[in-house]
């Protein structure tokens, strides 16, 4: 066998810098929660736009009613005036 005197010498990957990371924009929330419910198994669970996922129910009426109270408790809190002082 003949050795490889044409190869190109490659630096040690200590001597190569990792890469830089892009600057991308963080995605910002959204502020209209939209929620469905998704199956998994023999579970539903209700999950929203928002990322937030309730628990898994083997009832797809209940996953229904958490979907509903997410959308709710997050219309109350961003309705909700502020305190002053």
Do not use: N, Y
């Not at 892009?22 to 998994?40: E, I, N, Y």
């Not at 009426?61 to 109350?76: I, N």
């Amino acid at each position: 066998m003949e050795p490889h005197i044409d190869a190109t010498p490659v630096p040690p990957l200590d001597a190569v810098p990792p890469p830089r990371p892009r600057s991308q924009p963080q995605p910002q929330p959204p502020t209209v929660h939209t929620t469905s419910t998704a199956d998994r198994g023999s579970f539903c669970l209700a999950v929203c736009s928002c990322g937030w996922k309730g628990p898994a129910r083997r009832s797809r009426d209940l996953a229904r009613k958490d979907a509903t109270g997410h959308g709710a408790t997050r219309t109350a809190e961003t309705t909700e005036p502020a305190e002053t002082t």
